[in-house]
């Protein structure tokens, strides 16, 4: 019998093929309603892994939260996320990076289009693109609030060249990427083969991607804020084989294989 917190082997398949899947609305209200208390409080609490808006001066983004919060620590091993997670890279995992990324109303920046796994092996040393991402909706995404876009079955080409735009790992904090494919024509070829897909959905839906989809998301000129959390996992085979420079709360130093959660996200088991 199919566990219904596990996904289907259909869309494990379409995972592998299309690069991404989409789950609308699986996370129950209540706990997404902890987890948008939880990322506003650690998005208001000053801290070096808080960036914040060049314009404005007001935070849109906060890394490492798993490790500064119970609830964020307990819901990286949530059994809608991690087993998940396991399926797809078919492997034990831990957590590589954690981020709330806040999309704000009438303001919210744009992420250029770009391969996460670009970062992750350039600064990181991460070995092979076997490691995901899951994009978790704390507000309902629309075509107006500047959804995440990916292109279908991008990931399959590997990795696309994207030259460094500067120097140091300070600069792989903010939305002014290091690494973009701005102006890359492979990244045209490929949209004009397989288009582009911005999965919309009520808060709680969960977006799966892979470590080499290129992905990017547009301004948020609506009057409604986006923010989501992206967790990203890497197989525990796949570890880094040498610390990366860049600071624990940014990338994961702790290769321990996660356990599933045992009670409910607010009250851990007795
Ligand atoms: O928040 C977004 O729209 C995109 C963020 C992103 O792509 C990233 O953090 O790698």
């Given amino acids: 019998m199919q566990n219904d917190n596990l996904l289907t082997p259909q869309q494990i398949e379409d995972y592998h093929r299309a690069g991404f899947v989409f789950q609308p609305g699986v996370l129950e209200a209540s706990d ?104 978790v909706f704390l507000d309902e995404v629309t075509e107006f609030n500047g959804p995440l876009i990916v292109v279908p079955e991008g990931h399959s080409e590997g990795l696309i060249p994207a030259a460094a735009k ?35 959905g009520p808060r709680g839906s969960l977006l799966w991607f892979h470590c080499n989809i290129p992905h990017g998301s547009a301004q948020n000129m609506s009057p409604i804020d986006r923010s989501l959390l992206l967790l990203s996992y890497n197989a525990v085979s796949n570890a880094l084989p040498t610390p990366s420079p860049r600071p624990e709360w940014l990338v994961g130093r702790d290769f321990a294989p996660l356990k599933p959660l045992e009670g409910t996200l607010i009250a851990p088991a007795a």
């Fill in 32 to 135: 997404i309603e902890l987890l948008r208390r939880e990322a506003e409080r650690e998005l208001a609490q000053d801290s070096p892994r808080r960036t914040v808006e060049a314009g404005t001066g007001l935070p849109y983004r906060v890394h490492g939260s798993h490790l500064n919060s119970d609830l964020f620590s307990r819901f990286v091993r949530h059994p809608k996320i991690l087993g998940l997670a396991r399926q797809l890279l078919n492997d034990d995992v831990y957590v590589h990076q954690f981020k709330v990324n806040k999309k704000r109303a009438f303001q919210g920046e744009i992420w250029r289009w770009h391969q996460d796994f670009m970062f992750w092996h350039n600064e990181d040393q991460m070995p092979e693109p076997r490691a995901l991402t899951v994009a």
């Fill in 166 to 200: 500067n120097e140091g790992w300070e600069s792989t904090l903010t939305n002014d990427l290091k690494y973009s494919l701005e102006n890359s024509e492979r990244m045209q070829a490929l949209v004009e083969q397989h288009g582009l897909v911005a999965p919309k």
